[in-house]
């Protein structure tokens, strides 16, 4: 099948490395010339503008987009100058559902289709494959079901869920419904993808500082003191403690996996600084459980631990500070 792609990025290079590989046609645009020739020497088509682009997909095209969120509707609007009624476009980059649903809305007005996809895999992609949430009108979906299904793992050595009902979810893609619905899909998954990830870091912080015990700590007012600091006596090797528990715990997961890669690569995590970004899905998930009136209490404290982590915090810690110091002296250490 030919399928075009706009943003040859981490993913989107990837993407389209692995749908040639499967032989699929695919012409590729990107800011980049750089970027767009090195898929071309992979046998990708290549083209400079988007007005090329489009002239060399055939009718009814299909129209891959891996961009920030923040571009697409600047992409959508010059793309709507040249493309055709009949012509799919689809977001799989990290949109908020409800652009998916006005810009659904808009591209229906002037015949033109459009599907949302939640697309997971990372810079592992290429090899392990992506999982797709994917959103829009059913027999356009189906229509693209080559794309999807190159695209995603495959059911590899997984079983099949016991008493699990027979789809495309056992392959590792899915039609969720709607507009918008692969994006909402995805929206949760990355706001359970950011409490999973804060429990791993803070029950590793809790291994980390298990030695506290060994430590001379001052005697003063400023700090508590360690009722029994024989019971803080352990010096353990967290590369060897994530590895232990990807075999046989209970909370084995592929994040446990990248997080022993991290370990052994760098036992003390040199050249990283404990900034941790958001991408916005986290912060939409808050959004949709408050509109919904469902608790979220995990996935919203590790939200606000990536705000903390860029220093949004210190304000407020400043006035913590000098309140302490105005109630009972107490001078920061």
Known sequence: MQIGMIGLGRMGANMVKRLLRDGHECVVNDRSPEAVQALVNEGAIGAASLDGFVSKLKTPRAIWLMIPAALVDTIL???????EPGDVIIDGG???YIDDIRRAQELKAKGVHYVDVGTSGGVWGLERGYCQMIGGEKDVVASLDPIFKTLAPGQGA???TPGGVASTAAEGYLHCGPSGAGHFVKMIH?????????????GLNVLHHANEGKLERAADAETTPLRNPEHYQYDFNLAEITELWRRGSVIASWLLDLTAISFAEHPE???????VSDSGEGRWTINAAVEEGVPVPVLSAALFQRFSSRGEADFANKILSAMRFQFGGHKER
């Not at 995590?269 to 900034?275: A, D, N, Q």
């Open 77 to 83: 609007a010059q793309l709507l100058t040249v493309v």
């Open 94 to 96: 990290n949109s908020y």
């Open 158 to 160: 997984i079983p099949p």
């Open 190 to 202: 990355n706001g359970i993808e950011y409490g999973l990830m804060a429990a791993y870091a803070e």
């Open 269 to 275: 995590l040199e050249g990283f600084s404990g900034r």
